[in-house]
Each structure stands twice: as C-alpha cells, then as structure tokens.
C-alpha cells in the first residue's frame, strides 16, 4: 500500500524529495515519515494529516525538511534541504490513525512500507 522512493546519495547541504505512493484501501489519518540509521532505533521524521494538511517535524529536521501531499494523486513527500551526514537512514513512509500527540511515536505507525536509502556524504 505504501511505496517509498527517491533516496540516492548526496553531498552535505544537498537536496533530496522522497515520494510515497498510497495505493489501495487507504483510511490512515496521518502520514509520516520514520528514518532507522544502521545500529539506531527507528524514529520521526515528520507527518502530516491529510484532511487540513497539519503538519509536524522532528526538531533535528525542522526548518530544513518539509512534508507535503497530493490528495488527489494520493502521494505524500518529503523535501530534504541543507542533508547532513547525521540524516543518513532508510527512510519510510508510515501511516498512522491515532491521535495527534501520536504522531511523534514510531510504534504508532501501524502500516509502514518499504524504505528508501539516503545517504549524506560529509
């Protein structure tokens, strides 16, 4: 249901756009993004509900990646400005129906796809 692409390798202070394409019965009420670094648990990136399009971010992204949707399409994106080796991970793009403070949480991300590699060359 869930399809992450659009990782690659770039230089510090590149950009990448990750998309994720929904498909099928889709009744999450959020959409984020969770990265895992090797050896590191799994955590959030940013999400955004689709009904407003509310969004949230991880404090050590904030500023430098936006999360945005196309409802029509049913895509989901996340613009990576100013990478930093420290963001280098597999990134997925999740889905969540609980309640906003919920977001935050990457257990609360109960239908998760495959990842996408980025990786920030210093």
């Known amino acids: 249901q869930l399809q992450a692409s659009g990782g690659g390798l770039v230089q510090a202070g590149g950009s990448l756009r990750l998309s994720c394409a929904v498909s099928?019965?889709?009744?999450?009420?959020?959409m984020g993004w969770l990265r895992q670094a090797p050896g590191k648990e799994r955590e959030f990136v940013a999400a955004?509900?689709?009904?407003?399009?509310?969004?949230y971010y991880a404090d050590s992204v904030k500023g430098r990646f936006t999360i945005s949707r196309d409802n029509a399409r049913k895509y989901v994106y996340l613009q990576m400005n100013g990478l930093k080796p420290e963001d280098t991970a597999i990134y997925y793009c999740?889905?969540?129906?609980?309640?906003?403070?919920?977001?935050?949480?990457?257990?609360?991300?109960?239908?998760r796809g495959q990842g996408t590699q980025v990786t920030v060359s210093s």
């Open positions: 999740a889905s969540t129906n609980g309640v906003t403070s919920s977001v935050y949480t990457p257990r609360m991300y109960t239908n």
């Open positions: 099928g019965r889709f009744s999450g009420t959020f």
């Open positions: 955004i509900r689709w009904i407003g399009g509310y969004t």
